[in-house]
């Protein structure tokens, strides 16, 4: 993985120092909080209902054991014990005191992290493929141009003031498990007839009120051209984008008041004028340079057996049912990808414990180099595991309550905090993704309901990504009551799709039994156990979904506004 | 007023406070669209300038334009190429458009003169205004002195900017 040189380690020392003068300053009066506002919200520092919230960087979901500890110590010293990853591969601190945080930057800079521009109108945390590196269908590591777009966009002095925030995914797999398409920028690396690298340029792709898919406006991009053409779009963006409304200063809007086509001839234009510029072009030399941080592990070369397909059909059905839902094919021989779920019986969607936080490194350094990455479906994958120590590691993982057999199914909810900690929420998501999961956990485990994510979001801004959900659920206030949609049909990978609104809205105490109508009308519905429940949403429609989901129980009260 | 402004003998690199003082006698004097114009170097509105080019070119001054952020590439350019300083009206601390004027002033039309950011200016921008073609800076609240000190609080600069035309990687052995 990437390790910082001095000059990455002064700068986040640095930073610690610098925002500790800047909290020192606010809590004398020399700063108010709408001069201190921007400033703290270009480290991550957001005032939600209790109290302070930390989001910490984690940078294409990486990390290291010895980083995976120092948040383990963080949230014990500095927080209540616990960690909520986010659905952009970050980690957030529900309960800091503003005091605290300079040290806890200077805590993050001793193991190479920060807080840097994970909020604000900026350029944010450059999110990417959680297997990458060891995935099968990869045909380029996406992690040595995150790690330049990282380094590009870090304290960029022209783009700090952007009309909104701005989000950054990259891929090099054909499978897309970056979800690039409801990005500002979305890029998939691809390699030309040559074998030479470029992108394919996918922007305005976003969520929040208005959900729209990305539009690809470069489909080979040569490599050397990331920064360049990154700056240009930027900048078009800076220029152009709106700042009357915050609702409608995301890129997406741009492009579509604009249209694609003259967003395209305007970054062209302004690409051409600096696409050779030597502050911007990338060479071979560095390119290289930061991919050696990435070179593979050195693997061992092992038996053929045991194979994971062996394990799936094993005797133990208890690891059986983990090893399929939760472990993937590794490119190298012997090896397997391991998807460790956050999402148990006991604690809210996305959340670890340091004891768990502590394990996971342990169990890292003894069974995968010492590597974890945090996914944007709110879970943690061990990318080197031997088929050979499966069962081991399965063991050690139930022992703290890590063993959830259920990665892409559908009690892996992704949810956001919703109205249990955020500002910005209409409704709580936590006790609804608590509620689904309990209704549903032994009809999946009787059925073999297959991969069907399900997402939730406390309010329209959509941190928990329901639009793209195969069900979504969006909390909703009316007239001070919680309310929740749920859409049907939504893809976050290279099928990518904005789910539909089923219907009228349900109360808390129904949508778990919305969820389950609409879960069980798809095992009436398939054909057999190999089609997924979005290929029957997209086979089928939503007809048959909203008459099971709605038939004999809709109410004169629910069948008011969406 | 406090202003801030490069020092001129010092050189083109990136924001350090000892290439900065704070400037007690500004020799540049701003007027108003209904005033008198005095003698000596004035910065005017835009409309004012455009009515009274001729007159502010014959007065053996120099010319300085105040403009909105939103200022389009045009008028930049021939701005440019016809004033000796150009102050830029930040309007809020969010509303970032400054900056890339700034570089397009500097990069794209190549203008030389002073870049004085003015409006909304705090110390926490100082150092990004800098970096991006501001030399001058008219800080709207605080110690301008006190604020001298923020050019130093981040030295290590990964891009290529107005500053300095090379990222990190070009100028630093990195690891």
Same mark, same amino acid.
């Given at each position: 993985m990437y390790r910082y040189d001095e000059h990455d380690l002064r700068l986040v020392q640095e930073r610690a120092r610098q925002f500790r003068d800047q909290v020192a300053r606010r809590l004398s009066g020399a700063l108010s909080e709408e001069e201190f506002r921007p400033l703290r919200l270009q480290n991550g520092l957001y005032i939600q209902l209790h109290a302070y919230m930390l989001r910490i960087a984690i940078p294409y979901g990486l990390l290291s054991s010895a980083q995976l500890r120092k948040l383990a110590h963080i949230t014990r010293t500095y927080d209540r014990g616990y960690g909520h990853f986010t659905t952009r591969q970050n980690l957030q601190l529900n309960w800091v005191r503003l005091e605290d945080v300079p040290t806890i930057l200077d805590e993050l800079a001793s193991v190479e992290m920060h807080a840097i521009?994970? &909020?604000?109108?900026c350029v944010r945390n450059v999110t990417s493929d959680p297997f990458a590196g060891v995935a099968r269908d990869e045909d380029v590591d996406p992690r040595p141009y995150c790690e330049l777009l990282r380094q590009y966009s870090t304290f960029h002095p022209e783009f700090a003031y952007l009309p909104r925030k701005f989000k950054i995914a990259v891929t090099g797999s054909r499978?897309? *498990? =970056? =979800?690039? =398409?409801?990005?500002?920028i979305g890029l998939r690396a691809v390699r030309d007839a040559t074998g030479g690298i470029g992108f394919e340029v996918f922007v305005g792709g976003g969520q929040g009120r208005t959900p729209v898919l990305a539009t690809c406006i470069r489909t080979f991009l040569p490599e050397r051209h990331l920064l360049s053409y990154t700056e240009a779009i930027l900048r078009v963006y800076n220029q152009?984008? *709106? *700042?009357?409304n915050i609702y409608k200063a995301r890129i997406k809007i741009l492009l579509n008041e604009l249209g694609a086509a003259e967003l395209t001839r305007r970054v062209e234009e302004e690409h051409a004028r600096i696409a050779d510029d030597e502050g911007l072009v990338l060479t071979d030399d560095e390119i290289q340079r930061v991919a050696r941080h990435f070179e593979p592990a050195v693997y061992e070369q092992l038996? =053929? &057996?045991?194979t994971i397909d062996g394990l799936v059909l094993g005797k133990d059905r208890t690891l059986a049912r983990w090893v399929e839902a939760n472990v993937v094919g590794h490119r190298t021989p012997g090896y397997a990808i391991v998807q460790i779920s956050l999402k148990s019986e006991r604690l809210p969607p996305g959340d670890a414990t340091h004891a768990q936080l502590d394990a996971v490194a342990d169990l890292a350094d003894r069974y995968s180099f010492g590597r974890a990455v945090v996914t944007h479906r709110q879970n943690l994958v061990l990318t080197d595991v031997k088929i050979s120590d499966l069962a081991a590691l399965h063991a050690d993982l139930a022992r703290v309550e890590l063993a959830s057999p259920n990665v892409g199914r559908v009690t892996d909810i992704v949810a956001c905090p919703g109205l249990d900690y955020c500002d910005l929420a209409n409704a709580r998501s936590i006790p609804v993704a608590q509620d689904v999961a309990a209704r549903l956990r032994s009809l999946e485990t009787e059925q073999d309901l297959g991969p069907i994510t399900l997402n939730i979001s406390g309010c329209i801004n959509a941190c928990g990504h329901h639009h793209v959900g195969n069900l979504g659920i969006l909390g909703i206030d009316k007239l001070g009551e919680e309310f929740y949609q749920l859409t049907l049909g939504g893809d976050h990978t290279e099928t990518a799709a904005i789910g539909k609104i089923l219907g009228p809205s349900f109360a808390a105490t129904e949508i778990a039994g919305a969820v389950e109508r609409a879960v069980r009308a798809y095992l009436a519905l398939r054909t057999d156990r190999s089609e997924t429940f979005l290929a029957v949403v997209r086979r089928v429609g939503p007809a048959p979904f909203k008459e099971a989901v709605y038939g004999a129980h809709s109410t004169p009260t629910q069948r008011t506004a969406a | 007023m406090a202003l801030i402004r490069r020092r001129l003998s010092a050189p083109l690199r990136e924001p350090r406070s000892s290439d900065y003082e704070v400037v007690d006698t500004d020799a540049w004097l701003a007027i108003a669209d209904d005033a008198a114009l005095p003698a000596g170097d004035v910065i005017v509105s835009l409309s004012r300038f455009r009515a009274e080019r001729e007159l502010l070119a014959q007065r053996g001054a120099r010319i300085g334009v105040r403009i909105p952020n939103d200022t389009a590439p045009d008028v930049l350019a021939e701005l440019a190429s016809s004033v000796s300083l150009l102050a830029i009206e930040l309007p809020t601390q969010r509303d970032g458009r400054a900056y890339t004027v700034a570089r397009w002033l500097r990069q794209r039309f190549g203008f030389r003169g002073e870049l004085r950011a003015v409006g909304k200016v705090v110390r926490d921008q100082l150092s990004y205004l800098a970096r991006v073609g501001f030399d001058a800076f008219e800080l709207s609240r605080g110690s301008a002195h006190d604020a001298l000190a923020s050019f130093d609080e981040l030295s290590v600069h990964y891009q290529a900017s107005s500053d300095q035309p090379l990222p990190l990687w070009k100028r630093a052995a990195r690891g």
């Open positions: 521009q994970t &909020s604000g109108n499978h897309d *498990r =970056a =979800a690039i =398409a409801v990005h500002d152009l984008g *709106r *700042r009357d038996e =053929a &057996s045991p | -």
